[in-house]
């Protein structure tokens, strides 16, 4: 049995991923279509009956946007999220299919430990997660302005990590967005940026030197492109004398389209 990770979409327009064992079956977010949500549980040979959640990681629209839909066409799915993001989420969901979390507090979804850990971001109580199967760990972290010592502590032994690469600082101010929503994006409650992001890498590699795969994720559609996050990433981690292959593998999850089936 092994722990498998897709990105069924990644970016400022929607993001949605599935985790899964032989056993269990997990979506982080549903913010693009319920159609693409579907094509990607068929395309991943994943049936309907073996989703058993959706974490919510807050609930801005391209976290949230497909639950009913999902919710709807999948009977046994309940939907997990702390009780500030369920006060603002604004998307049909009955009481039967909600399930309440505590953030930082560990719970089970079948042979899944999940573990919801607090981000900085513009929401009512912004989660990232990591999901827990035997000794293989897969963390999700997007949607935070910063990484914390404790944001990083719990990333730190992930064998799958999806690390927001956001924006590039230049294309952002030298952008079309006003003033107001830059500073928003620049904030201790926005986005983490491709600089950011490499640093962050940096840090994780040398002070633990493990095999692993990084996907970089949640893109901005204006003010990013896979091509700069990468390059940025790239000349961040070379300039602290770490190299992608071998051990540390980086890609970027798209927008538009699912990543592969990776095992963990």
């Not at 986005?191 to 040398?206: D, M, P």
Request: charged share 25%.
């Amino acid at each position: 049995m092994t722990l498998q990770f897709c990105s069924f979409a990644s970016g400022s327009s929607g993001n949605c991923y599935l985790v899964k064992t032989d056993e269990t079956a997990i979506l982080i977010d549903a913010g693009i279509s319920g159609k693409r949500i579907f094509e990607g549980l068929d395309e991943t040979g994943t049936p309907r009956e073996q989703v058993a959640a959706i974490l919510v990681t807050h609930e801005h629209i391209d976290h949230i946007k497909s639950l009913p839909v999902v919710t709807k066409r999948i009977p046994g799915l309940c939907v997990y999220a702390n009780e500030a993001t369920w006060e603002c989420i604004n998307r049909p969901v009955s009481e039967e299919r909600r399930r309440y979390f505590k953030t930082g507090e560990d719970f089970y979804i079948g042979d899944l430990l999940i573990r919801p850990f607090p981000i900085s971001h513009d929401a009512a109580d912004p989660v990232g997660f990591s999901i827990y199967y035997k000794d293989k760990q897969v963390s999700i972290l997007t949607d935070s302005g910063y990484v914390s010592d404790e944001i990083f502590e719990e990333i730190l032994d992930a064998d799958l990590l999806v690390l927001e690469a956001n924006h590039e600082k230049e294309m952002l101010l030298f952008g079309k967005y006003p003033y107001p929503l830059k500073q928003r994006i620049l904030g201790d409650e926005g986005h983490l940026s491709n600089v950011t992001a490499g640093e962050c890498l940096s840090q994780i590699v040398s002070e633990r030197p493990k095999k692993r795969r990084v996907l970089l994720g949640h893109l901005s559609r204006e003010n990013n492109t896979p091509e700069v996050a990468m390059q940025a990433v790239r000349n961040t981690l070379e300039e602290n004398r770490i190299y992608i292959g071998g051990e540390l593998q980086i890609q970027v999850a798209l927008r538009d389209c699912m990543s592969e089936l990776y095992q963990v």
